[in-house]
């Protein structure tokens, strides 16, 4: 690890600093459009442009990377990340955050891609796996600095939003004055979403469920926090709306588990699936995966994300209640 850390420190400092600054934005908008007034199906747009910006900067980074470089992506995408947490303050309107967001989510989705493959590229075989894990961990302390930079000034005046472009700015001085040379990046081929199912089935479905989950909890858990202050009181559709949510995460913990039921055993430890025991493991899976499509379907404008998972959850579900009766047919046998 500290060998890891030699050599890649001004990647990762980097990447610590614009995470801090990641982690207030969408904290600091949640708060900052109910004191702006806006509400929150307003907030739930802003929220979800982050994501689609997301979704264009992983096509159109790796093409600048092969043009121009991870050094000079990094410093222009880093550029636009500052640029817009001031920018957020000085135009308080829910369309301006949404256009805003989708910038945003684009420079961060391609931050994300040239950091990560800059790792790769620098890293062995051997030390790839700590490279990532001291990735991740960066990732983390940034997050949690943005969180308690919150407590720093009042989220209706300007200085939160100067304090993460500030950082961000400085995030590129490390990389920039670093004597290392950054990697060449080959050229990669397309992976089609079809072949990739093919592949994984469970890996596509469990992602996406994911990939909503976290999207709803880093979005709008600010503006749920807000909502709580103003009313100080939770009905029934915000939590059934949260377990909707939160189910899909269980059963992707869970499945980690599964497939790592004999490690785990041989190292003596124990989780619910091995209490569960395989074929019943199965089973609670497909029902934390098919559990949420009933609890979202009374979410006024919230069902359709998990609708669009409904098909393959199922297809999903069906193999796994089959596995478990094949499992539980052996074991008797």
């Avoid at 949260?242 to 003596?268: F, I, K, M, S």
């Amino acid at each position: 690890m500290l060998t890891v850390l030699r050599q890649s420190w001004p990647l990762l400092l980097g990447i610590m600093l614009l995470m801090v600054g990641n982690g207030m934005q969408g904290t600091l908008l949640g708060i900052r459009g109910d004191i702006e007034g806006i509400g929150t199906y307003e907030m739930s747009i802003v929220m979800s442009a982050y994501f689609a910006g997301f979704l264009f900067g992983s096509q159109w980074t790796p093409v600048m990377i092969r043009r121009v470089g991870h050094v000079r992506v990094f410093a222009a995408l880093g550029s636009l990340i500052s640029a817009v947490l001031i920018l957020y303050a000085a135009v308080p309107h829910w369309i301006a955050w949404t256009l805003m967001r989708v910038v945003i989510g684009l420079s961060f989705s391609g931050v994300y891609i040239t950091a990560e493959s800059w790792l790769n590229a620098s890293s062995t075989n051997d030390t790839r796996g700590q490279a990532l894990s001291a990735y991740m961990i960066v990732q983390m302390i940034g997050i949690i600095t943005g969180q308690a930079l919150m407590n720093t000034a009042d989220p209706a005046g300007y200085l939160l939003f100067v304090i993460p472009s500030v950082l961000v700015s400085l995030a590129f001085t490390p990389i920039l004055l670093s004597v290392a040379p950054a990697p060449t990046f080959a050229e990669v081929r397309r992976l089609p979403f079809k072949k990739l199912f093919h592949a994984s089935p469970l890996g596509v479905v469990g992602m996406f469920l994911m990939g909503g989950t976290f999207s709803a909890i880093f979005g709008m858990a600010a503006v749920g926090g807000s909502y709580y202050l103003q009313a100080l009181t939770f009905g029934w559709t915000p939590l059934l709306a949260g377990c909707a949510l939160g189910l899909p995460a269980a059963a992707v913990l869970l499945v980690n588990n599964y497939r790592d039921l004999e490690t785990d055993v041989a190292a003596g430890r124990r989780t619910l699936c091995h209490y569960l025991g395989r074929p019943r493991a199965r089973v609670f899976y497909a029902l934390l995966l098919l559990t949420p499509i009933p609890l979202a379907l009374g979410q006024r404008g919230a069902a359709w994300p998990l609708l669009l998972a409904l098909p393959p959850a199922i297809i999903l579900s069906a193999r796994l209640f089959r596995g478990a009766l094949a499992e539980c047919h052996q074991q008797r046998d």
